[in-house]
């Protein structure tokens, strides 16, 4: 009973250092965001204060997702320094209770805290980000160009100020540059006054046998163009000029960050069907499983450079390392994903191996520091 109360006690001080940490970095963050949102979205348009806040509090939920590794390991750091200062640990040490028993309280925290991130955080930040950038594009007045594979092929939207271009097609080949089975529909901004509306007319129906992607512009093939009243005009070769990129196309226009956890495995199997390179996605979605791993191992980091006694000093110095550790570990990790991404390495390893190795290396750590 007495050990299950210090346990308590443990859980208790990272529970309240969690949240402190948690504010102060969603303070910076949120002052850092607004700042940036003046400088990039006021720079297209006028926007006041409450607009910048609104705009950054839905830039939020993914922020702190991408920053809770290391929220966790500044977590740990603040909770059991108190305790090594207080003389807390020491107390604890010489009733008995090992090492292993008061990092259990941190270590569930730490994977409650990772579970939470992926299965809830995530899809809500998505869900969020997601707002912001159609409210930035209304705001702006910029349209926003997508990439939206689907069970009936792969769904496009680009336009400007101008025009909106709606284009379908049943596949695609050499990742996603040459469309297949292709049909655009082209609507026109309505103006009234000179001045142009949110609303679009259409304009005309172009069905293609394929459009390649060029430098500036589609190049279709095999076209049939049909306008309101008129008969539909075949051509062999017919040009539409675009902004989309050949490069990064995928890049741009559907990046991994703006899919939740639930909806990855569904949009992987459709990027899939319609032809084009999952690779991203599919490591994007084994570094979001081995989430979990990669905040206990944090966690762990975080803690062993506190379980040094106070009163011997070089508490600081360890502290120092262990910063230096984890985000080493976090650079280590970003390194692996990109070469999952590109298919140097497989990718379960890839998102796996670099926490996987930290949580060995610190629990070695600890029963070194325990048993000797």
């Not at 299950?4 to 850092?32: E, W």
């Not at 090594?84 to 569930?108: D, H, K, N, Q, V």
């Not at 930035?136 to 349209?143: E, L």
Request: charged residues 15%.
């Amino acid at each position: 009973m007495l050990m299950n109360r210090l346990q308590f006690y443990i859980f208790k001080q990272c529970l309240s250092s969690l949240l402190l940490t948690t504010s102060v970095i969603l303070a910076a963050i949120l002052l850092v965001d607004v700042v940036e949102q003046f400088r990039t979205v006021g720079g297209d348009a006028d926007i006041s204060f409450l607009t910048a806040m609104q705009l950054s509090f839905m830039k939020m939920p993914m922020l702190i997702e991408q920053a809770m590794p290391f929220i966790m390991l500044v977590t740990a750091m603040l909770a059991f320094s108190r305790l090594s200062r207080l003389t807390e640990l020491p107390a604890m040490r010489a009733a008995g209770l090992s090492a292993w028993r008061f990092l259990t309280p941190l270590i569930i925290t730490a994977l409650v805290l990772g579970i939470f991130s992926i299965t809830v955080l995530n899809p809500f930040g998505a869900s969020m980000n997601d707002n912001f950038e159609q409210e930035r594009a209304r705001i702006t007045g910029k349209a926003q160009s997508t990439v939206a594979p689907g069970r009936n092929g792969i769904w496009l939207r680009q336009g400007s100020e101008t025009d909106q271009l709606v284009i379908h097609a049943r596949g695609t080949k050499e990742g996603g540059i040459i469309l297949q089975g292709v049909k655009i529909f082209e609507y026109d901004r309505v103006y009234t006054r000179n001045e142009g509306t949110s609303e679009f007319s259409f304009k005309r129906r172009i069905e293609a046998d394929s459009a390649a992607l060029k430098d500036g512009f589609w190049e279709l093939t095999g076209v049939v163009e049909n306008m309101p009243g008129q008969r539909p005009v075949r051509r062999d070769v017919l040009s539409i000029p675009t902004d989309l990129d050949p490069a990064k196309l995928l890049d741009r226009f559907a990046s991994p960050m703006t899919i939740g956890f639930w909806k990855l495995p569904g949009f992987i199997a459709d990027i899939r069907r319609a032809g084009l390179d999952a690779s991203r996605y599919e490591m994007h979605y084994q570094s979001l499983l081995a989430a979990p791993i990669l905040f206990v191992a944090m966690a762990l980091i975080g803690a062993i450079v506190c379980l040094r006694l106070a009163r011997l000093g070089g508490t600081g110095v360890l502290i120092a390392w262990g910063t230096f550790a984890a985000i080493l570990l976090y650079f280590i990790s970003e390194v692996t994903q990109s070469l999952g991404a590109s298919g140097a390495a497989p990718k379960a390893i890839a998102a796996f191996t670099p926490s996987l190795f930290a949580l060995f290396a610190a629990l070695t750590a600890i029963a070194y520091m325990e048993d000797g």
